[in-house]
């Protein structure tokens, strides 16, 4: 095969997405024929050449795997963790999951819910650039109750980080009488990809996260799907995902396969 972007032959054997796959490049840890490439236009031969990341070797693509994980706090959305903290990729594991696969986009630390994880580096780069504009859909639980004018102001976009968000939609959806006092449950729907982007929205109106947990991604929602629980995705979820029959973000009530 004629050589090819080494950011894309990495994506496409299910070692990173392209983004990723391009800072590994700039770090060092790509290796062609045992000599580190640092140079993001560099090309290489899959069949032909030695390519390596981090001293493993990468072999030719798989059959692509898509997998549905909600996921629970308290693990890192990440393949591996410095801190040594658990990530989703021990959850995947434990239920016997051996594909090499990553996560797509982020969920935090303290976060929960839905979280696609592949070996498709073309989907994980639809899914995630801003100008496909893919929603997700947060049930966050704040501090406090959030007025109209406040709910206004997640909904036209306001500045976290020296930088306005895109508008949103942002609805109310009950009041807690909690013990620390009242709290309220707001329906946020973003297409960006921000760091920790929901919470600092909530900050900036004063309202500060208690509970995040993401229910959509674009047309994929499932609430049957446990803390912990992961299934494949179907043919028809992954057609929608890449944008044919209907656009990402969309549908509300996506074909759903049956759970693991």
Excluded: W
Excluded at 20 to 48: H, M
Excluded at 127 to 132: A, I, K, M, S, Y
Excluded at 147 to 161: A, F, K, N, Q, T
Excluded at 195 to 218: E, F, S, T, W, Y
């Amino acid at each position: 095969m004629p050589p090819e972007r080494l950011q894309k032959i990495l994506s496409a054997a299910g070692v990173a997405s392209r983004r990723i796959a391009e800072t590994l490049i700039t770090q060092g840890r790509v290796t062609v024929n045992g000599a580190a490439v640092r140079e993001l236009g560099s090309k290489a031969d899959l069949d032909a050449d030695d390519i390596r990341v981090d001293g493993r070797r990468v072999k030719a693509p798989r059959q692509k795997r898509y997998i549905l994980l909600n996921k629970p706090r308290g693990y890192i959305t990440s393949r591996s963790d410095p801190e040594h903290r658990p990530t989703v990729i021990d959850i995947l594991e434990r239920g016997g999951i051996r594909d090499y696969i990553y996560p797509v986009g982020r969920l935090d630390y303290d976060s929960e819910g839905l979280l696609i994880l592949t070996s498709d580096g073309d989907l994980a780069a639809r899914l995630t650039h801003p100008r496909h504009e893919v929603e997700r859909e947060y049930q966050v639980r704040v501090r406090g109750v959030p007025d109209r004018h406040e709910l206004e102001r997640l909904s036209r976009g306001l500045v976290i980080d020296e930088r306005r968000t895109a508008p949103a939609d942002a609805r109310l959806e009950k009041v807690i009488d909690a013990a620390s006092g009242p709290q309220a449950v707001i329906t946020l729907v973003i297409h960006e990809g921000r760091n920790r982007q929901v919470r600092k929205m909530c900050d900036g109106i004063g309202h500060p996260v208690v509970r995040l947990r993401r229910v959509r991604i674009g047309p994929i929602t499932d609430d049957r799907l446990k803390p912990g629980e992961f299934r494949d995705l179907s043919r028809r979820e992954v057609e929608l995902l890449r944008g044919r029959g209907q656009a990402p973000g969309l549908a509300r009530s996506p074909a759903r396969s049956k759970d693991r």
